[in-house]
């Protein structure tokens, strides 16, 4: 299955047409094809679901101490497809679950940019442009000082760090670090983006810069700085209000994916 906007381009091609997109997609749809988000969600195996849920059940009870944690995470923003969105043309009968769908990227070569940010319940916190394939060195770089200027609570245990379980940041160089300062970190649960709640901050920031365009890779980091700095404070402090919802999803769905 293509992505929609190559499979109006291939009709194009093959068939020499002289019609706008625009054209083309109006007589897609007559024919019944309608344009679906692909769902993006990962696949969890019954060790993932094991260890979401016996995640969920040890911070049932939190409400308040969501606001002690410090989210992080990476993401990419491409130049183009900035909305992070892969969509498919459908007849709307046509089975649309994760596991239906073969997708196939217009391009493998599309230039982006990767950043690292983290938040609290204050607001955006640092925001710092990376390489694409971090090493634990690089990802231990990004923090080693803004954490201390952004976040000092962390330092007298008043606040806990969560990152993911990507190589670079369980590192042994990484976590002599954080034992060295005795910073306390939350053990996360692997494929749970839909707990990570700076995930809804990039989905965010990918749909206001979506229908922009840029000639390099330097104009859109300028953009996603600016959309960063004035992200609204009130709808993180909503995010963490969502907390307790979202682990309640995770045991509802047994530890399989949620609707986050």
């Known amino acids: 299955m293509l992505v929609c906007s190559q499979q109006i381009q291939n009709i194009k091609n093959e068939l020499e ?73 459908l007849y709307s009968s046509d089975q649309r679950d994760e596991n239906g769908y073969r997708i196939t990227k217009p391009s493998d070569s599309y230039k982006s940019v990767m950043v690292w940010g983290a938040i609290s319940i204050l607001g955006t916190g640092p925001l710092v442009r990376v390489t694409k394939r971090l090493t634990a060195l690089e990802y231990l770089n990004l923090f080693r000082q803004r954490l201390r200027r952004y976040y000092p609570g962390l330092y007298n245990n008043q606040q806990i760090f969560q990152d993911d379980n990507a190589p670079c940041h369980r590192a042994g160089l990484v976590n002599q670090w954080f034992n060295k300062y005795n910073i306390k970190r939350i053990v996360w649960p692997a494929k749970s983006p839909d707990l990570n709640i700076i995930e809804n901050v990039w989905g965010h920031i990918k749909y206001k810069i979506k229908n922009r365009t840029y000639q390099n890779e330097d104009e859109l980091w300028n953009d996603i700085e600016n959309e960063w700095i004035k992200f609204p404070t009130e709808l993180i402090f909503r995010l963490y209000e969502s907390l307790p919802r979202r682990i309640e999803a995770v045991i509802q769905e047994n530890g399989f994916n949620t609707n986050y």
């Open 17 to 89: 047409l002289d019609a706008s997109k625009s054209t083309i997609n109006r007589e897609l749809l007559k024919f019944g094809l309608k344009v679906y988000k692909v769902p993006t969600k990962p696949v969890l195996s019954m060790s993932n679901t094991n260890d979401r849920i016996e995640f969920a059940q040890k911070h049932r009870r939190w409400r308040q101490k969501w606001q002690e944690i410090v989210f992080s995470d990476e993401s990419a923003f491409n130049l183009s497809q900035n909305d992070g969105r892969l969509l498919v043309r």
